[in-house]
């Protein structure tokens, strides 16, 4: 059993930061892509930013600039740096994670999320 933990997230006023962490435990042999994402209310669940076991990142274009994906190593937290936020970035922002429970068995996991609240 697998399980990602989010944390980080709150209500804060437009303008300052947040650091997101999303803690992936459980059996795993081996954690690769990673990513961010989020859901306003209403809306559908969008992508953030993902960041391979190699590190390469990508984002949304809204993001890209304010927004940063990081990692230390395959199994410690992902983070999101969230800088100059704005009240359209208030959503539940989700971790996901693609993990080996083995050499050769991969499947996607999901948190249960956490919530960014931004104020005008």
């Known amino acids: 059993q697998v399980h990602l933990v989010e944390s980080g997230g709150g209500s804060v006023e437009a303008g300052v930061s947040l650091r997101l962490s999303c803690v992936a435990s459980?059996?795993?042999?081996?954690?690769?892509?990673r990513a961010w994402h989020r859901q306003a209310p209403g809306k559908q669940r969008d992508l953030v930013a993902t960041?391979?076991?190699?590190?390469?990142?990508t984002y949304a274009d809204s993001m890209e600039g304010r927004f940063v994906i990081s990692r230390d190593n395959a199994k410690n937290p992902v983070w999101l740096q969230m800088d100059s936020l704005k009240a359209e970035d208030t959503a539940v922002y989700y971790c996901?994670?693609?993990?080996?429970?083995?050499?050769?068995?991969?499947?996607?996991?999901w948190g249960k999320g956490t919530q960014v609240t931004v104020s005008s």
């Open positions: 996901n994670a693609d993990v080996q429970v083995n050499r050769t068995y991969e499947d996607n996991y």
């Open positions: 459980g059996f795993i042999y081996k954690v690769n892509n």
């Open positions: 960041i391979t076991s190699g590190g390469i990142t």
